[in-house]
């Protein structure tokens, strides 16, 4: 009897083990990242506060304020049309999305570190971007003002 219990038992399990599907479960969609560990969107985007971010309209007075913050936290390292300590601006709106560049002004230490094109930046100019302590309004301004300087003649690479 209790040899009939033991068979019946092993059958039981051999035959629970042979489903017959995949013995692992499913995973769930895990989004694509870069060798850095970053997404698509952090690519694009940057890391920090800043998702997408949609412009409309050229603001004008927005413009002047960002033209103001400019000059106070980022003319020491930043020319138009020129290197300085970090590279020229002109054409930057063109080259990065509204978020990129948001998130590097807000959120430069984590890009100097693990954005791939940002630590390209680091070894051709070689000195980190620094956080100014620019709050979230006064980096939309500045966005606001570079904007305007899409006209500007882009530099050479």
Known sequence: MIKKIGLVLITALVLMNCGGG????????????????????????????IGSLTLGPQDEALASKGAEVFELKCVAC????????????????????????????LNPDEMVKKHP?????????????????VTEDDARAILEYLRTLKGAEAPEA
């Open 22 to 49: 995949d013995s692992e479960p499913a995973k769930a969609a895990t989004p694509k990242l870069s060798p850095e560990g970053l997404t698509q969107d952090q690519i694009k985007h940057g890391i920090g506060p």
């Open 78 to 105: 930043h020319k138009v049309n020129e290197r300085l300590v970090g590279p020229p601006l002109a054409g930057v709106t063109t080259r990065r999305s509204p978020a990129f560049i948001m998130n590097m002004i």
């Open 117 to 133: 094109e940002v630590k390209a930046m680091l070894a051709e100019f070689y000195v980190p971007m620094t956080f100014q302590n």
